[in-house]
């Protein structure tokens, strides 16, 4: 009874969402009638987004029913009139919408079916019931839900070939990001030598040079001066570990991921349950996803140390068919994505997009943050 | 002599004063940043400034830009620009339009002390000291020119007159007389077809431009 309650109601939204499409059929024949005279074709990207808003709101309406989620791939709208417009009308989904809308002027009014099936439920199913028989009126009620969301899935979902345009969307973007990325590091590399080691080095010549000319007359400051010079060697080197490490991790080379995990582990301060059986077996990833995976986890540990005052941690990598998967957990307090933390959580993204994988992240107030990143990889 | 010098990096900063004093100099101003070159030299109007090229605030040709803007404020002001990296066309902007009293070194010679200080005394007294490695790349970066026809002895008193050297050093570092150096020289010049020079900073500008127009 409920749920035939439940199902009246998801047709009922339906029509009025059909409702709503019959507004909105009119103003885009206006639109389209008007973008023969030119004049309304400013309006059609406007027409296009407001097509969009309606669908996204029938997927959601249809996933609250099924369960299931219904993916979206429109391409961005956005930029000039002529960009914009370009997009609206090259973008497939625009096309597909348009279908699903044109269908649902249709069938969107099974709840028309549905209602007086209702005083039929209530006689019929009322007298089974004090028969003890099982209702036979009201399933069908649930089966028009049923019908209606399984056609609107169908035709709401995006084509393929929709699909393909958002995922070559994706990578230019991510692409992009990936090379502005890549000459940050470099420049940041550049500055850690030229004012760390390299300076040191000549800093130590000089030590040298001035060491050697008091060599006979004064070996009081010359002892002094080598023992400097030694000291800098010892800061140069030092220096030149930070610069090493932040390149390509050695223990990466040394132990592969598992084992710079778990030394990562033993070095956050927290007390961190390490789950890498999955790489045990000595298959290694990609070095590219090695080191983004090995970089997440470092700022995932430190964030988890330093800004959510956690005590335990959790770290596992799973090995997935086509990829590698980073699960890091922790019992902090959570609310990671307010601002003071941002650096962090937007280095850590930009890792994963790099790699063209997916960063989530779930961090509600009072905790716990849990940080799942998948890198696509080749085994 | 009295100098000004500019360098951001603390550590060798304080090197540079170290060594600077330790040969008798008096470093009368330290500028930090670009910005505070000019007005320490126009204050203090040193012998010889000596500057780093990559100075804050935009941490890019600070130095060089100061050094050029300097020289066109005090002429002659003898310049010595110390770097981390060799930047052919950087010397070349120094050396622009017959300048003398310039150097161009890295700073990894610093550490030579004598030889810092004796590059130093040449530009205070309005000779020039490129760095060899300038030297070297402007003799390496061309192909069918004259200087294929120098023998390899020829080449190497080439590349100590460009560095700004006189006879008597060059004589010394390769361990040869005076006499058999001019004659080198003389080989030199003929061989590139330069007018013959007397010996001195305009032999060198002569030879730095056959090597950059070459």
Redesign the interface.
Same mark, same amino acid.
């Given at each position: 009874m409920r749920k035939a309650a439940r199902a009246t109601v998801h047709l009922g939204l339906a029509a009025g969402l059909t409702f709503g499409s019959y507004l909105f059929i009119t103003m885009i024949l206006l639109a389209v009638a008007g973008a023969v005279v030119v004049v309304g074709l400013g309006v059609l990207p406007e027409t296009v987004l407001l097509m969009r808003r309606m669908a996204s709101a029938k997927r959601r309406q249809v996933a609250a029913w099924t369960g299931h989620e219904i993916p979206e791939a429109y391409l961005p709208i956005r930029g000039r009139l002529r960009e914009s417009l370009r997009v609206a009308t090259h973008d497939p989904c625009t096309y597909a919408d348009l279908r699903w809308m044109v269908a649902h002027y249709v069938y969107g009014w099974m709840v028309l079916l549905a209602l007086p099936l209702w005083p039929a439920a209530l006689l019929v199913d009322g007298v089974r019931h004090l028969l003890g028989r099982a209702p036979a009126v009201l399933p069908l009620i649930t089966r028009l839900a049923d019908t209606e969301a399984r056609w609107s899935t169908a035709l709401l979902k995006p084509p393929p070939k929709a699909r393909l345009a958002e995922r070559v969307q994706r990578l230019t973007t991510t692409r992009a990001d990936a090379i502005a990325a890549h000459g940050a590091e470099l420049r940041r590399i550049e @500055?850690d030598l030229?004012?760390g080691t390299?300076?040191?080095?000549?800093?130590?010549?000089? @030590?040298?040079?001035?060491a050697?000319?008091a060599y006979d007359r004064d070996p009081e400051t010359t002892r002094r001066l080598l023992d400097d010079a030694q000291d800098q060697v010892d800061q140069a080197l030092t220096e030149l570990r930070h610069v090493v490490r932040g390149i390509h991790p050695p223990i990466l080379t040394d132990r592969g991921l598992a084992g710079a995990v778990r030394a990562l582990a033993a070095s956050s301060g927290l007390d961190v349950t390490v789950d890498v059986a999955a790489l045990e077996d000595g298959t290694r990833p990609p070095a590219a996803v090695e080191s983004a995976a090995y970089f997440i986890v470092a700022e995932a540990l430190t964030n988890a140390a330093k800004h959510s005052d956690a005590d335990r941690a959790e770290v596992r990598l799973v090995k997935e068919a086509k990829a590698l998967r980073v699960v890091v957990r922790d019992d902090g307090r959570g609310g990671a994505e307010s601002p003071t933390t941002g650096s962090g959580l937007v280095g850590m993204r930009r890792r994963a997009a790099a790699l063209d994988g997916e960063f989530t992240m779930t961090s509600p107030e009072g905790g716990p943050t849990l940080i799942e990143v998948v890198l696509p990889c080749g085994w | 002599m009295r100098l000004v010098i500019a360098e951001d990096?603390a550590?060798?900063r304080?090197?540079?004063v170290?060594?600077l004093t330790?040969a008798g100099h008096e470093v009368v101003a330290v500028a930090g940043s670009g910005p505070e070159i000019l007005p320490a030299l126009l204050t203090h109007r040193p012998d010889a400034a000596v500057l780093d090229v990559?100075l804050p605030p935009g941490?890019r040709d600070e130095g060089l830009r100061a050094a050029l803007a300097a020289r066109e404020q005090l002429p002659g002001l003898p310049v010595l620009v110390l770097s981390?990296y060799v930047e052919q066309s950087y010397a070349g902007e120094l050396l622009g339009g017959g300048a003398s009293g310039v150097g161009y070194l890295l700073?990894?010679r610093?550490?030579?002390?004598?030889e810092?200080l004796d590059a130093l005394d040449r530009v205070a007294t309005g000779g020039t000291a490129l760095d060899p490695e300038v030297v070297t790349e402007l003799l390496t970066n061309r192909r069918d020119s004259p200087l294929d026809s120098l023998t390899p002895r020829e080449r190497e008193v080439l590349k100590l007159m460009a560095e700004g050297h006189d006879n008597t050093t060059i004589a010394s570092t390769l361990v040869v007389t005076e006499r058999s150096v001019s004659k080198h020289i003389g080989n030199v010049f003929l061989k590139l077809g330069l007018p013959p020079s007397d010996s001195g900073h305009r032999r060198v500008l002569a030879v730095l431009a056959y090597l950059n127009n070459a």
């Open positions: @500055r030229h004012d390299q300076a040191r080095l000549v800093a130590l010549s000089i @030590r040298l040079g001035l050697k000319r | 990096n550590l060798l304080e090197g540079l170290m060594l330790s990559r941490f981390q700073k990894d610093v550490g030579r002390v004598d810092f």
